[in-house]
């Protein structure tokens, strides 16, 4: 999908991180913007950033089908299309597995994995009705790729959410869909996942233990170490026009990943020491 100006975008997760930044740079290629997020405040600031171009946003919890159709119906009833859809939303707890309870479990696949789901319901068929180029972006993060000590149920998320994106992909190459995906794979990004906390429902709130606790600093520091979410922006912009599936921030994961299956061909558990 190489001409963007004047398209439709739809980001979710826009209120802050690469969600806005991922906003900003669509508004900057001359985007029409539907902006999602559960923070209000965070949502009308971004679209107040976009600049003078049309921006529209939705207070839309991804975990729920009802408001990301709510938001799909908005969006094609406002705009009359779509052709970018970023399903970004997203939020991190660590610890270790054998810690984390089913609420925590209800609210990581709620926003990680069936904000996806819930959009691909909602807006790929019609967005395959359009029959236009079009392109989804998935922001999945490396631990899609990597499950490491203390990232708990975040990877196990992030797996399923870059598993949905193959799969999502293999199958609108089969019934030869103009759309492409792109699976977003950045490692530490300058955001506030380490806070993700501040928008978890009450419903699923948890009791914090030792573990988590620890795994919040150690993302904390990476991220406050990471590179810029507009870097992340600019890959996926270069993602969409180039029609790549599977965006990596960094050059290493790629090394990463190939002695990973090596190691895994092996029989062999991998480490990431």
Known sequence: MRELVGKVAV??????????????????EGMTLMLADVDHGGVAE????AGDGKVLTQITDVSDAAAV??????????LGAVH??????????????????EEDFAWLLGVNLWGVLHAVHAFVPRMIE???EGHIV????????????????????KHAALAASQALAQDLATVGAKLRVTALCPGAVRTRIAESERVRPSVLAGSPTQDEVEALEQVGRAAAGGIEPSEVADLAVQAIREERFL???DPKYAARLRLQTETLLTGNLPSYQ
């Not at 971004?46 to 950033?49: D, G, H, N, P």
């Open 69 to 78: 159709a709510h938001l799909a119906n908005r969006c094609f009833g406002e």
């Open 46 to 49: 971004t679209a107040a950033l």
């Open 247 to 249: 965006v990596l921030s």
């Open 11 to 28: 980001v979710t997760g826009a209120a802050s991180g690469i969600g806005r930044a991922l906003a900003l740079r669509l508004a900057a």
């Open 130 to 132: 359009q029959d236009t």
């Open 138 to 157: 998935n922001t999945v993060s490396v631990a899609g790729l990597f499950a490491v000590s203390g990232s708990g149920g975040y990877a196990l998320s």
């Open 84 to 101: 970018v859809l970023c399903n970004n939303a997203g939020v991190f707890q660590g610890g270790h597995m054998w810690t984390r309870g």
